[in-house]
């Protein structure tokens, strides 16, 4: 029978589709698996916070696919993968709105100063405080995205409907695509310099890592408010920490840590930003995509590709399909 292992939670409705059609290892909760003591059996991998590496997948000799439940692959060798002939894949747009609508509820977080207001509250205060936690309004703020994909666009789409006014760095991005979603083009330097709110939607790569700088960051408004929901360590995390601290930067509100890419599942360990209290900064755990729906359209099509690939088809959204080298049957 087809032997599946599901990293960590999937929404249950697609766990138990998965578990009708094929044996599932969880990598989670109290039956969770050691991964390597099953690998010799596992056919599929459903793939979310765990890292993969090369040690896994070569004691991995039935593994055809690791399907990213998500978008990022930086926490799988990607390499590695393609030299066993196993195709990698992710679920682009299933999380979109669900990220979308998260950078707005850490905006609104952020611009309403509601987590002091909530800690006022709870220490018993209620007229007292309140010159503190006079926040801004969106309505007329310029908000800058740097990069435009579906993500990007959808943001762009929210706030339009709270009357801001979009700017977009992505040289990526065709001119009329930005303008036709009555935004700006821009590049980066002068997107900083005039954005209230700058918002990251961008790939992890050794070409994007710290694109947000010292020199970026110092750049922009001292009232300004930098948000980023994609991937930790597009911003120096440090340059941040003095940046919010030194009051050059009035806010920030992070959904990734740089600490992810060194471990996953314990990135506050390896984080400059959760050693000691930063004025002005909010941090959420990588939830911006953990809405019921997008859990259940990301976990969908997980599955979808996985069983594509082990009835020998070729799966959509591959990320390796140039490199692969195809194990013969």
């Keep these: 029978m087809t032997v599946i292992y599901v990293s960590d939670t999937i ?8 578990q009708a059609s094929a044996t599932v290892h969880l990598g989670y909760g109290p039956t969770k698996v050691n991964y390597l003591d099953v690998s ?13 590496s090369r040690e896994l997948i070569e004691a991995s000799p039935r593994l055809r696919i690791i399907a990213r439940h998500g978008v990022g ?8 993968a393609s030299d066993q002939g196993v ?9 979109g709105n669900a990220v979308a609508e998260h950078v707005f509820a850490l905006l609104l977080t952020t611009a309403r100063k509601l987590l002091l207001a909530h800690d006022n509250i709870r220490h018993g205060k209620w007229s007292e405080g309140k010159a503190d936690l006079i926040g801004f309004e969106l309505s007329g703020k310029t908000l800058g995205l740097v990069g435009f994909g579906a993500i990007g666009r959808r943001v762009a789409t929210i706030a339009r409907g709270f009357g801001m006014d979009v700017l977009v760095s992505d040289p990526y ?5 930005v303008l036709d979603a009555g935004a700006t083009p821009v590049d980066l330097e002068e997107l900083l310099e005039a954005s209230d709110i700058v918002s990251i939607h961008a790939p992890l ?61 314990d990135p506050l360990s390896h984080s400059t930003m959760t050693t000691e209290p930063v004025p002005g900064l909010i941090i959420t755990p990588h939830i911006a995509g953990q ?3 997008a859990f259940l359209e990301a976990g969908r099509s997980a599955w979808t590709a996985v069983q594509k690939v082990l009835a020998g088809g070729e799966p959509l959204h591959p990320v390796n399909a140039e490199q692969i080298r195809r194990v013969p049957a």
């Design 40 to 52: 010799d059996t596992v056919d599929g991998v459903i793939l979310r916070a765990e890292t993969f």
């Design 205 to 265: 790569l050794p070409s994007t890592r710290h694109m947000i700088g010292a020199q970026e960051l110092a750049s922009m408004k001292s009232s300004a408010v930098i948000i980023n929901t994609s991937r930790g360590g597009l911003i120096d995390e440090s340059a941040l920490r003095v940046a919010l601290t030194s009051g050059a930067l009035a806010g920030a509100a992070l959904d990734v840590l740089e600490g992810e890419s060194t471990d996953m599942k």
């Design 87 to 95: 195709w990698v894949t992710t679920t682009p747009g299933a999380n």
């Design 173 to 177: 991005a065709a001119e009329h695509d």
């Design 11 to 18: 929404h249950s409705d697609v766990l138990t589709e998965v």
């Design 291 to 293: 809405s019921t729906e």
């Design 73 to 80: 692959t930086d926490n799988v060798d990607l390499q590695a």
